[in-house]
């Protein structure tokens, strides 16, 4: 049997084991996933001990370590290097360990799996913080036309633009206003809907049929934000789709190195 963990400081909250645990066995793959709990000063100690165990095949990361890992992974996807984030680290064959980002293929594998058509399709993507990112880049993978990026504060919004043109060698990507045009696919990549007091990402009224609005927050499955659109006639999108996208795509990322 191989382990594959996932480390955070704290744990409790961690869905991805009940998530996985079924996905494994329904494929016959020989792999148990476990919570482990690792304070963020013991993760240098942790991380020896984890490359120790050979029949340890890799490990989801969580909060406070997304940004720390890629330091110690001795190898980066290249996306999570230019994310700067890693979320699954992968013993590779030669036993070294490889870090990957998949936010942002997540979110897309959860998009898709529901039946939303991307290809060809405008975007517009509210929020420029690390989720942002991931995302902005797996849309323009998975053959989105044009992407629209809005953000409190501007500039953050025309460097993740810049930034995503850069190392695609397009014209993708633009920072503009929260204004969605008829038959957008609208996303919410801030954290605002999480709380119940927080503001909406935008002026609702700007939204209707034919517009697919898609969330990143999870937790409440149907946030204010959802229940307007949805209100208003546009297909909606939780943020659960995009941890569903992300435990199905780090499932076959695992069973792939079993080789
Ligand atoms: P960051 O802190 O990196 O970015 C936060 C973003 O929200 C920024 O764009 C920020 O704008 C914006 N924002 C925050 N507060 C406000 C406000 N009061 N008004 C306007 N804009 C605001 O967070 P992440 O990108 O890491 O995470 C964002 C959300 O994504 C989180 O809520 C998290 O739960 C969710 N998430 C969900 C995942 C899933 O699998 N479903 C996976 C990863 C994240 P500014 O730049 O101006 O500060």
């Excluded at 490889?98 to 998009?111: H, P, S």
Aim: aromatic content about 4%; charged content about 15%.
């Amino acid at each position: 049997t191989r382990l594959m963990g996932i480390i955070g400081d704290p744990i409790s909250q961690a869905k991805t084991p009940q998530a996985i645990n079924p996905i494994f066995a329904a494929k016959a793959a020989d792999i148990v996933c476990v919570p482990l709990h690792v304070p963020t000063d013991d993760l240098g100690t942790v991380w020896a001990g984890l490359k120790a165990m050979p029949n340890l095949i890799g490990f989801g990361v969580t909060l406070p370590h997304k940004q720390m890992v890629p330091q110690l992974c001795d190898s980066l996807d290249p996306l999570a290097e230019r994310i700067g984030a890693v979320n699954v680290v992968r013993r590779e064959q030669d036993g070294s360990f490889r870090g990957y980002q998949f936010d942002g293929q997540g979110f897309v594998r959860g998009l898709t799996a529901q039946g939303v058509v991307l290809q060809g399709r405008d975007a517009l993507m509210i929020g420029a913080g690390g989720a942002a990112v991931a995302i902005a880049f797996a849309l323009q993978q998975a053959g989105v036309a044009r992407l629209v990026v809005a953000n409190r504060t501007f500039e953050k919004a025309e460097a993740l633009a810049r930034a995503v043109n850069e190392a695609t060698g397009t014209a993708f990507a633009a920072a503009g206003a929260p204004t969605p045009a008829p038959r957008q696919l609208l996303i919410n990549a801030t954290s605002l809907g999480l709380n119940d007091t927080d503001p909406l990402p935008l002026d609702v009224s700007t939204l209707q049929a034919g517009m697919t609005v898609a969330e990143v927050i999870a937790k409440p499955e149907i946030t204010a934000l959802l229940r307007a659109a949805e209100q208003r006639g546009a297909a909606i999108h939780s943020g659960i789709h995009m941890i569903t996208g992300q435990v199905s795509l780090i499932a076959d990322h695992m069973i792939e190195a079993l080789g």
